[in-house]
């Protein structure tokens, strides 16, 4: 009996001292991208360490990009084929007015602040004189072999303060050693060297998981980690993504990401056997619905800071064909793309593939054009203006420490009065994920005609959350911060009103 007491009290009294520890009195101590949970401690230690996972300072960097573009661009664009088969001539690839700098311009006009360029997709085909194959530009009659599509998107990028990434697929139809794994493996790595040392910096690494039969039937296996050392050696602050380390792929391509979105969860990243291994175990991947509930936290061993990208295409395809020039997304789509991409804690990849001509046509630009629009339009007026939160114990709502951030310690409900008498119909919500994302849970009311009526609810907030609901004018205006793994940090409130 006495022993059986021992065994229930003494776990538990740990786990007390531990939940302790960890929160809020050691608010200065943090975790970077990563958690190793302690062997079985509570739920309430668990959720008290997840709240302080912080970003990685490159993660970070990315996050805050908020828009990026990628550029699907090879022999596709003169086939018409999704997916080449590797077998293509590269005499095809003869585009006549290709302008790097058109692109970029573009690009950097809507507000885009990385681009990705498939500088070899599956097809196997390079855009840039590469050493490891001639199936390259190098062989193609544009600018007689000599041409550089990298080089020269390189330039633009630095000529407009444009962020550069790559797109190198893993999965190549063209290369004689695919399936012939440590060979592969060496040509692949040799490919990433080159476009990692000839170009200056690079931003991100992108490359998924495709993983098609090589000659013969033969399976290619590929070594992740070899190419995550490889990265970090040359390019240590390029964000790694989809099979890569840093960022995580939504789990669709439709430009929808989720409603709860953590960016804090448990779901290993990379391709690694040891993260498969993690993933398997707890049944989840890329596409779950659920990748950070607390339910999925108690199950959990470990806990990464891997946020969330949305890839999606401005056209149905992600390579530019003449038949799809009058399917361009246009801006009305465009914005709600923005506001369930950005406005739900992820980072728009939105792909704007240049033609056969090499430039971004003209349904694009006016698209793109449109939406640049539509943002600056929505951000120009926050009917809250910054205001600070109010009322009783008001001294404990707001964070000492920061001007910029206030932290509802106690009682978390903060009261604001709207600077401008308008109508809205938009919130936005931000933490401030410097120091972990922790909301689960909350709402906002609005008080009109002597009403407090309810307007919006939402979980998660990380990075930023945008919330749309009818036309609402109110005189006072309530957010509750309904749930948190910990006093949560709040560095935005703000009503907008859009189209
Ligand atoms: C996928 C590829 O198979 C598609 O062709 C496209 O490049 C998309 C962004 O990634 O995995």
Not at 50 to 65: D, F, G
Not at 154 to 167: I, P, R, S, T
Not at 341 to 367: F, Y
Request: with cysteine; proline share 5%; hydrophobic share 40%.
């Amino acid at each position: 009996m006495r022993v059986q007491l021992i065994k229930r009290v003494v776990p538990a009294l740990l786990s007390i001292a531990l939940l302790l520890s960890c929160s809020g009195q050691h608010e200065t101590e943090f975790f970077t991208g990563r958690i190793d949970f302690p062997v079985k401690p509570n739920l309430g230690v668990k959720e008290a360490m997840a709240a302080r996972l912080v970003p990685h300072p490159r993660q970070l960097e990315w996050q805050q990009l908020e828009m990026t573009a990628f550029l699907h661009f090879t022999v596709n664009t003169f086939t018409g084929l999704e997916w080449g088969t590797g077998k293509e001539s590269p005499e095809l690839f003869n585009p006549d007015s290709l302008d790097a700098g058109q692109w970029v311009r573009v690009l950097s006009e809507a507000g885009m602040k990385m681009v990705i360029i498939t500088a070899k997709h599956h097809d196997g085909f390079c855009l840039w004189p590469t050493k490891t194959t001639t199936h390259s530009v190098a062989s193609s009659p544009w600018k007689e072999g000599k041409g550089d599509v990298i080089r020269e998107l390189k330039d633009a990028c630095e000529l407009y303060g444009m962020k550069f990434g790559v797109y190198l697929s893993p999965w190549d139809r063209n290369a004689v050693s695919y399936g012939d794994s440590p060979a592969y493996n060496r040509f692949y790595m040799e490919q990433l060297t080159e476009l990692l040392t000839w170009y200056g910096k690079v931003d991100e690494v992108w490359f998924d998981g495709a993983n098609g039969e090589g000659p013969d039937g033969r399976r290619q296996v590929y070594d992740w980690q070899a190419y995550y050392d490889l990265i970090r050696k040359l390019q240590p602050d390029a964000v790694t993504a989809v099979m890569g380390e840093d960022v995580r792929w939504v789990g669709t391509e439709s430009g929808y990401g989720r409603e709860t979105e953590w960016s804090a969860t448990v779901m290993a990243p990379g391709g690694t056997p040891g993260s498969v291994a993690i993933n398997e175990a707890l049944g989840v991947n890329a596409m779950s619905e659920d990748l950070g509930s607390s339910s999925l936290l108690s199950k959990a061993g470990h806990l990464f800071w891997y946020p969330a990208e949305v890839d999606v295409s401005i056209r149905p395809g992600w390579f530019w064909r003449a038949s799809e020039d009058s399917l361009v997304k246009d801006v009305a789509r465009l914005a709600d793309i923005y506001l369930s991409s950005v406005g739900r804690n992820a980072v728009l990849l939105l792909n704007v593939p240049p033609d056969n001509r090499g430039l971004i046509s003209d349904n694009d630009i006016s698209s793109l054009q449109g939406l640049k629009a539509w943002i600056d339009e929505l951000y120009s007026i926050d009917l809250l203006n910054g205001a600070r939160p109010y009322g009783r114990g008001t001294s404990s709502l707001i964070d000492g420490d920061s001007s910029t951030t206030w932290s509802p310690r106690h009682k978390r409900v903060a009261s604001f009065v709207p600077a401008i008498a308008a109508t809205f119909n938009i919130a936005m919500l931000q933490e401030d994920i410097s120091r972990g994302q922790r909301v689960e849970k909350f709402i906002i009311e609005a008080l009109s005609d002597k009403q407090w009526n309810t307007i919006a609810k939402g979980t998660t907030i990380g990075y930023k959350r945008m919330i749309r609901f009818p036309e609402v004018k109110a005189d006072e205006i309530r957010l509750t911060v309904v749930s948190s793994r910990a006093t949560p940090h709040i560095s935005t409130f703000a009503l907008y009103h859009a189209e």
